[in-house]
């Protein structure tokens, strides 16, 4: 696997359920990002983990629980999720912040519908 | 807080024509990161091109070019000889080394190359 990767890349979930959002990535960065991506509204970072620990929270609702175990592992722990929540979920990567080049790579996302 | 605006929400080319894609962007901070992101159907995004504010020469990647207008705070980009693989949505992004790296994408401007 190279690049960014996330699984699974189409996920339907009722309100009642829990479900996880994995992402990995294999280019040694140190910073992951979650990002909503609604239809007709600009990408939304949601969470920034750098070196494992979160320094953002763009003020998302507790539903959505992030989890960084180390550098190269994210997830996103979803439950009582509504109905406005359907979007697609991108994971990002990079070198930390304040790296010279630290652009962010993007994985294919997750399309996440909630019923 | 930054602001990204792509004004452009839909355009079309014919194939190995050229076509320009405009954004704007609000600012007050004097170092920072501009870039532009591809996203074809497929939904991976791609990082196109990217300009540092302090570089006054335009950044340059193969068929893609940028018009970087500090003053104004203006960043459009350019596809040369548009390819039918270039069918995609764009975003422009702001990048503030200030704020952790912090992306702030515009609304994207959605790109069909036509045969």
């Known amino acids: 696997e190279t690049g960014v990767t996330q699984t699974p890349r189409h996920l339907v979930m009722g309100m009642t359920n829990k479900k996880s959002l994995k992402c990995e990535q294999h280019l040694g960065h140190n910073a992951m990002y979650w990002y909503k991506q609604s239809a007709k509204k600009p990408l939304e970072l949601m969470f920034v983990y750098n070196f494992k620990e979160q320094t953002e929270n763009n003020s998302v609702p507790s539903r959505f629980s992030p989890e960084c175990p180390n550098s190269s592992h994210l997830f996103l722990h979803l439950h009582t999720l509504q109905p406005e929540d359907s979007a697609l979920y991108l994971c990002?990567?990079?070198?930390?912040?304040?790296?010279?080049?630290?652009?962010?790579?993007f994985g294919p996302g997750t399309r996440l519908t909630v019923t | 807080a930054q602001t990204v605006t792509q004004s452009q929400p839909e355009m079309s080319v014919q194939e190995a024509e050229t076509v320009t894609l405009s954004c704007t962007y609000d600012t007050s901070e004097s170092n920072y990161y501009l870039f532009w992101y591809k996203q074809p159907p497929s939904r991976q995004m791609i990082l196109v091109i990217r300009q540092e504010a302090y570089k006054q020469q335009n950044a340059t990647e193969n068929r893609f070019s940028v018009n970087f207008q500090k003053a104004a705070k203006s960043f459009s980009l350019k596809i040369s000889d548009s390819q039918l693989g270039d069918t995609a949505m764009y975003f422009c992004?702001?990048?503030?080394?200030?704020?952790?790296?912090?992306?702030?994408f515009g609304g994207g401007t959605r790109v069909l190359v036509k045969p």
């Open positions: 992004a702001f990048c503030d080394k200030a704020a952790g790296n912090k992306l702030t």
């Open positions: 990002a990567s990079s070198l930390s912040p304040g790296t010279s080049g630290s652009e962010q790579y």
